[in-house]
Nanobody
Framework: QVQLVESGGGLVQPGGSLRLSCAAS????????MGWYRQAPGKQRELVAG???????NYADSVKGRFTISRDNAKNTVYLQMNSLKPEDTAVYYC??????????????WGQGTQVTVSS
């Protein structure tokens, strides 16, 4: 079994910062792609940022220059540093991690979601 545990969400004023964490645990053979998604009320879930096992990253245009994704492979953890937050960043944030639990057994796992609210 694999479990993802997210932390770091909360309420912040516009212009503020938050750091999200997502830690994977369980029967992990290897971790490949790690990413953060978000879903605002009434909207579809969208990719915010992703990071490959080699370290290359990609970002949604709306967060480029403000958000930074990183990973600590020793801790099986992915982070999302969010700076200069805007009200439109308000959403539930989910991590998604591609994990191999054995030879040729690769699946996507989702975190439970953490609420980020940007408001004055």
């Amino acid at each position: 079994q694999v479990q993802l545990v997210e932390s770091g969400g909360g309420l912040v004023q516009p212009g503020g910062s938050l750091r999200l964490s997502c830690a994977a645990s369980g029967s992990i053979f290897s971790i490949y792609h790690m990413g953060w998604y978000r879903q605002a009320p009434g909207k579809q879930r969208e990719l915010v940022a992703g990071i490959r096992s080699g370290g290359s990253t990609n970002y949604a245009d709306s967060v480029k220059g403000r958000f930074t994704i990183s990973r600590d492979n020793a801790k099986n953890t992915v982070y999302l540093q969010m700076n200069s937050l805007k009200p439109e960043d308000t959403a539930v944030y989910y991590c998604r991690v591609q994990i191999a639990t054995g030879w040729d057994v690769v699946n996507d796992y989702w975190g439970q979601g953490t609420q980020v609210t940007v408001s004055s």
